[in-house]
């Protein structure tokens, strides 16, 4: 291979790295291990947790028709433990149905 060869190969790789790198999966913050899913989760509809927490971030769950209520909203519990929380509040009574999918968010959050 000449050297123009290696120096195109080495620099694809790198970008190919780079992609990679770039397209990681979620970022986890330390102080929040993720749980495994089906663990515990508080859920707080119209109000705000409580008790002292952390937020954590938001999260989705974007369901078929076909999957019920419960369990779209343990889809968004999932998220939830996918972050390390174990609450989730600011979550809709019911699923939003848009263009055929049941839509359910919330902020998640950890207890201190």
Not at 48 to 72: F, Q
Not at 81 to 109: F, H, M, Q, T
Request: a neutral charge.
């Amino acid at each position: 291979m000449t050297r123009l060869g290696s120096l195109l190969a080495g620099s694809i790789v790198l970008v190919i790295g780079a992609i990679g790198l770039a397209c990681g999966g979620d970022k986890v913050d330390a102080r929040f291990p993720p749980r495994p899913e089906g663990c515990t989760v508080e859920v707080f509809h119209d109000i705000a947790p409580t008790r002292p927490s952390e937020n954590i971030g938001t999260v989705n769950a974007n369901c078929t028709d076909l999957v019920s209520d419960d369990d779209c909203l343990r889809t968004l519990k999932d998220q939830v433990c996918k972050l390390g929380g174990d609450i989730v509040w600011g979550v809709e009574p019911a699923p939003v149905i848009k263009n055929g999918r049941k839509l359910l968010s919330g902020r998640a959050a950890k207890a201190k």
